[in-house]
């Protein structure tokens, strides 16, 4: 399996290989969204010598002639040249700790991307029974020393395995003055003292013993005199890493010990001390960035680079700089008299800066590099037009963002919605939606959105009734017909109906209450509440008697009536109750005594009298004993009518 997976990624390039590979020190600018592992997400555990099932996922866009799996101190998988990209990973039994996984996919060749990498926790499920270090205790030689600790422990299962940089191991130390440890395992010496680091792993700890030396600063071999010894031993150093923040080589903490920290070491000596003229200090080269790197490495602006050279003291002055540029900027070897100088890297993409110095002796600097990332380009967004389509509620806008350099800051920004917010009880033709910023790892943004032009509609038609009135009195059988009508200013109105159709008649008989109701609904499913009028149906009445004619008071008057419709047809029936209810004199509105001549009404009913007109008629003998001159009315109801009735009379 590692053999051919060799085969193809040295095919895809030695230093993609070497970079993304082995290293896999960082995600780095290797990994694109292309490519991705979807399963597992980062942190889930999985035992030693279990078998691991991941899957990877790749853009509909992209087409890879092979993917394969890299997996850290794991190793390669065999390639897959076509979907599913689903592998089973065996985890190695004597790995514990955090290890990153890596998805490759090769487009050609010479060719190939890599997914971002997720990180996956290799624990034992074995209980922890003892542990181990490789140091009972340690004694430094001077502030600054780094000394790793190796921890191993045995398990119930019979195994025993390097629990060092395992999620599950903590460690600490007793008197910070006088050492650190870090989360893998590192002790350094930081003052004069003694102090215990203790490891601890589930219910089992052990302790290493640490001793620091007094010293000060330039005393590196802490014999009390800083000397001649003390600078042999960064001479020694040159142009080699610092071991740390606390590397009392690196007198000047730029993380590198070079001819500066000698020439300061010079300076702090307490007895006679020197760099040999015979020896061949070279020169010391910094770089400074302006601007400098966000915290994730990257610049979105153009980078001045200013180069300064410097030698040693009593040594050959800087003669020249030599620098040069490959990747996203090239830039010829160039090499530039005297110990400074700047350029500017304007090209987006990855830099790498080579430099280094020569002084006039000839010495050479061991050659140095800087990485430049810079991405001045925002992300690309990309989101879907409105349909064109009413709806009934809010609309959501579907939108992806990718960015070609510095890849996005969130990752959840390469698909994301944007939705309009509109109010209830409204409708428009033009709702925006909200907006999203997207921006990359450099710092550069763009804002998604707001997408204009949606149509939403969340309010119902309107109804309106002008036939029948509210309160409206109709005869029996009066010809009216149905007015009404309803409108929507958004999807437009898909239903409107009444309890009949607006132009047909209205229901007039038979008498009594009635209730017209209208429904709508719009094209999205709103729904008008339902809109009502209540209307009575009332007889018309046809007179038998002349109310100008006056009787004399005292007598009785017939009143003689017929209900009618409002084509004044006689609709009176025997069925129908008619009662007199009151009596009034109309000029002083005075309530006067109501009173039937004779045993003819009784009840103060009237008299149904099937002789009067085609369906017959109604009496009432009204007695108008005691009324005094004047115009008198007398209210009288009708069953199923819901309206009294008046008939006026004179009495002299």
């Given at each position: 399996m590692?053999r051919?997976?060799?085969i193809?990624?040295?095919?895809v390039g030695q230093f993609?290989?070497?970079f993304c590979?082995?290293?896999l020190a960082s995600d780095?600018?290797c990994?694109q969204?292309?490519?991705m592992?979807?399963?597992?997400v980062?942190?889930?555990r999985v035992?030693p010598g279990?078998?691991?099932?991941?899957?990877v996922s790749t853009?509909?866009?992209?087409s890879?002639?092979?993917?394969?799996?890299?997996?850290e101190?794991?190793?390669?998988?065999?390639?897959?040249s076509?979907?599913?990209y689903?592998f089973?990973?065996?985890?190695?039994?004597?790995?514990?700790?955090?290890?990153?996984?890596?998805?490759l996919?090769?487009?050609?060749?010479?060719?190939?991307?890599?997914s971002p990498?997720i990180?996956?926790?290799?624990e034992?499920?074995?209980n922890?029974?003892?542990?181990s270090v490789?140091?009972t205790?340690i004694?430094f030689?001077?502030?600054?020393?780094e000394?790793?600790?190796?921890?191993?422990?045995?398990?119930?299962?019979g195994?025993?395995?390097d629990i060092?940089?395992?999620?599950?191991?903590?460690?600490s130390?007793?008197?910070?003055?006088v050492?650190?440890?870090?989360?893998a395992?590192l002790?350094?010496?930081?003052?004069?003292?003694?102090?215990?680091?203790t490891?601890?792993?589930?219910?089992?700890?052990?302790q290493v013993?640490?001793f620091?030396?007094?010293?000060?600063?330039?005393?590196?071999?802490?014999?009390?005199?800083?000397?001649?010894?003390?600078l042999?031993?960064?001479?020694?150093?040159?142009s080699?890493?610092?071991?740390?923040?606390t590397?009392?080589?690196?007198l000047?903490?730029?993380?590198?010990?070079?001819?500066?920290?000698a020439?300061i070491?010079?300076a702090l000596c307490?007895?006679p001390?020197?760099?040999?003229?015979?020896?061949?200090?070279?020169?010391?080269?910094?770089?400074?960035?302006?601007?400098?790197?966000n915290?994730?490495?990257?610049n979105?602006?153009?980078?001045?680079?200013?180069?300064?050279s410097?030698g040693?003291?009593?040594?050959?002055?800087?003669?020249?700089?030599?620098?040069?540029?490959?990747?996203a900027?090239f830039?010829?070897t160039t090499?530039?008299?005297?110990?400074?100088t700047?350029?500017?890297i304007?090209?987006?993409?990855?830099?790498?800066?080579?430099?280094f110095?020569?002084?006039?002796?000839?010495?050479v600097e061991?050659?140095k590099?800087?990485?430049i990332r810079l991405d001045?380009?925002?992300?690309?967004i990309?989101?879907?037009?409105p349909?064109g389509l009413?709806?009934?509620?809010?609309?959501?806008?579907?939108c992806?963002?990718?960015?070609a350099g510095?890849?996005?800051?969130?990752?959840?920004?390469?698909?994301?919605?944007?939705?309009?917010?509109?109010?209830?009880?409204?409708e428009?033709?033009?709702?925006a939606?909200?907006?999203?910023?997207?921006?990359?790892?450099?710092g550069?943004?763009?804002?998604?959105?707001?997408?204009?032009?949606?149509m939403?509609?969340?309010?119902?038609?309107?109804i309106?009734?002008?036939?029948?009135t509210?309160g409206g009195?109709?005869?029996?059988?009066?010809?009216?017909?149905a007015?009404?009508?309803?409108?929507d200013?958004?999807?437009?109105v898909?239903?409107?109906?009444g309890?009949?159709?607006?132009?047909?008649?209205?229901?007039t008989?038979p008498v009594g209450?009635?209730?017209f109701?209208v429904?709508?609904?719009?094209?999205v499913?709103?729904i008008?509440?339902?809109?009502?009028?209540s209307y009575?149906?009332?007889?018309?009445v046809c007179l038998?008697y002349d109310?100008?004619?006056?009787?004399?008071?005292?007598?009785?008057?017939?009143l003689?009536?017929?209900?009618?419709?409002?084509?004044?047809?006689?609709?009176?029936?025997?069925?129908v109750?008619v009662?007199?209810?009151s009596?009034?004199q109309?000029?002083?509105?005075?309530?006067e005594?109501l009173?039937?001549?004779?045993?003819?009404?009784?009840?103060?009913?009237?008299?149904?009298?099937?002789?009067?007109?085609?369906t017959?008629?109604?009496i009432f003998?009204?007695?108008?004993?005691?009324?005094?001159t004047?115009?008198?009315?007398l209210?009288?109801?009708?069953?199923?009518?819901?309206?009294?009735?008046?008939l006026?009379?004179?009495?002299r």
């Open positions: 590692a051919k997976a060799t193809i990624l040295t095919r993609a290989l070497l590979t082995f290293l780095s600018v990994a969204q292309t490519i592992i979807v399963s597992p980062t942190g889930t035992a279990q078998t691991l099932t991941v899957q853009s509909p866009q992209v890879f002639s092979a993917v394969q799996l890299i997996g101190n794991i190793g390669i998988t065999s390639p897959k076509s979907q599913p689903s089973a990973l065996v985890m190695p039994n004597d790995i514990i700790g955090l290890k990153k996984l890596t998805a996919g090769v487009l050609s060749p010479e060719n190939a991307v890599f990498s990180v996956v926790d290799l034992s499920n074995a922890a029974i003892g542990l490789n140091f205790q004694r030689r001077h502030t600054g020393q000394l790793p600790l190796v921890v191993r422990c045995d398990f119930d299962d195994s025993n395995l060092t940089k395992s999620s599950l191991i903590s460690y130390v007793a008197d910070n003055s050492a650190s440890v870090d989360s395992g002790v350094t010496a930081v003052g004069p003292g003694s102090t215990n680091v490891a601890r792993y589930g219910n089992q700890a052990t013993q640490i620091v030396p007094k010293s000060k600063r330039g005393d590196l071999n802490a014999d009390g005199q800083i000397n001649q010894d003390d042999n031993i960064v001479l020694a150093a040159l080699t890493p610092a071991t740390g923040p590397d009392a080589r690196d000047n903490g730029d993380g590198i010990i070079d001819i500066m920290d020439n070491l010079v307490t007895q001390c020197g760099i040999p003229a015979s020896y061949k200090v070279p020169p010391a080269t910094t770089i400074a960035a302006v601007p400098q790197p915290g994730a490495g990257w979105n602006s153009d980078i001045t680079l200013s180069l300064v410097t040693s003291n009593g040594g050959a002055a800087v003669k020249q700089i030599t620098y040069s540029a490959t990747g900027q830039i010829a090499v530039v008299p005297g110990a400074s700047s350029f500017a304007t090209t987006e993409g990855i830099t790498t800066i080579t430099f110095g020569t002084d006039n002796a000839g010495n061991r050659a590099t800087l990485t001045k380009t925002a992300p690309s990309s989101c879907s037009a349909d009413w709806h009934a509620s809010d609309v959501t806008i579907l992806t963002a990718s960015d510095s890849g996005l800051a969130n990752p959840l920004d390469a698909s994301f919605s944007l939705t309009t917010s509109v109010p209830a009880e409204t428009t033709s033009n709702a939606t909200d907006t999203r910023s997207i921006c990359d790892v450099a550069n943004c763009a804002t998604a959105g707001p997408v204009t032009g949606n939403v509609d969340k309010k119902p038609p309107t309106s009734i002008s036939s029948p509210a009195n109709y005869l029996l059988n009066q010809a009216v017909n007015n009404y009508g309803c409108a200013g958004g999807s437009g898909a239903t409107c109906t309890t009949v159709a607006s132009g047909s008649p209205l229901s008989a209450s009635k209730t109701i429904n709508a609904t719009d094209k499913g709103n008008a509440p339902t809109q009502s009028v009575s149906i009332t007889y018309g038998l109310p100008t004619r006056a009787v004399q008071s005292g007598s009785t008057i017939p003689k009536i017929q209900l009618c419709d409002a084509n004044n047809g006689d609709v009176s029936s025997s069925t109750v009662h007199a209810v009596l009034v109309t000029s002083t509105n005075a309530s005594v009173q039937a001549s004779g045993n003819a009404n009784p009840d103060n009913d009237f008299r149904f009298d099937p002789t009067l007109g085609p017959g008629g109604y003998n009204l007695s108008t004993k005691g009324l005094t004047g115009s008198y009315q209210t009288f109801t009708a069953a199923g009518d819901p309206l009294p009735h008046v006026s009379f004179q009495a």
